[in-house]
């Protein structure tokens, strides 16, 4: 099957940083990818769809100015985390589609946790 | 978004099979039925999906009420491995591909 790959795997930082993560499709081309936090014992919750080439579109209640996504191709997705607090501490999962008309499966990366201090 | 309800959590014994079941009362006739699993620490996993038929695919199987209104997965054989919560998710046509997770079901498979 398709992979999607995170990096990095774990992050520690301190409040008030900035902390990137990547999401690459490492053997197919992702025309949307999306992005989910979970924080413990809870379910994921869908924060942005990212299409190539175009804006994120956020879900209601995440704010689009500290979570910065940027889709530049179509095998890479970056997250953003600005001026991290300890609030943000959780895990980030992103997702990735392989066609806008395939009603099949997404693929999910392994997560990168971050700990803000 | 359409809403599903599953158990908080299930047990299995080993080899046994098992079934897992989801509510989504509200399905409208567009929704595909999704089943995702989460293990511990892990991203989720694709399982199966369908819209009206039953579906079977090398790890599990989908029975899907004929009023769309409730499905089962069925997982034959449990396996130590299968142990992780899964998720029932409706995923409409219309809007990009979006899995809109509920809380699942934590699946534990006893030796």
């Known amino acids: 099957g398709a992979v999607v790959s995170q990096h990095p795997s774990w992050v520690i930082c301190k409040s008030g940083t900035s902390v990137k993560i990547e999401c690459r499709s490492l053997?197919?081309?992702?025309?949307?990818m999306f992005w989910y936090r979970q924080f413990p014992k809870q379910s994921l919750m869908l924060m942005a769809t990212?299409?190539?080439?175009?804006?994120?579109?956020?879900e209601q209640g995440v704010e689009k100015d500290k979570f910065l996504i940027n889709h530049a191709s179509l095998t890479l997705s970056t997250l953003t985390v600005t001026s991290a607090h300890p609030e943000d501490s959780s895990f980030y999962i992103c997702?990735?589609?392989?066609?806008?008309?395939?009603?099949?499966?997404?693929?999910f990366g392994p997560g990168t946790r971050l700990t803000v201090l | 978004d359409a809403k599903t309800t599953q158990p908080n959590s299930m047990e299995s014994n080993e080899e046994e099979p098992v079934h897992l079941p989801c509510n989504h009362s509200?399905?409208?006739?567009?929704?595909?039925i999704h089943w995702y699993r989460q293990l511990p620490s892990q991203g989720p996993e694709y399982v199966i999906h369908?819209?009206?038929s039953n579906v079977n695919n090398r790890m599990a199987s989908l029975a899907i009420a004929e009023d769309r209104k409730s499905s089962t997965l069925i997982l034959h054989r449990a396996t130590l491995r299968d142990a992780a919560v899964y998720y029932c998710?409706?995923?409409?046509?219309?809007?990009?591909?979006?899995?809109?997770f509920g809380q699942g079901t934590e699946l534990s498979v006893k030796p």
């Open positions: 997702s990735a589609r392989d066609s806008p008309y395939s009603y099949n499966e997404q693929f």
């Open positions: 053997d197919f081309q992702a025309t949307t």
């Open positions: 990212s299409n190539e080439g175009s804006k994120a579109t956020y």
């Open positions: 509200t399905i409208s006739g567009t929704d595909y």
């Open positions: 369908g819209l009206t």
């Open positions: 998710i409706l995923r409409p046509q219309n809007q990009g591909g979006k899995l809109i």
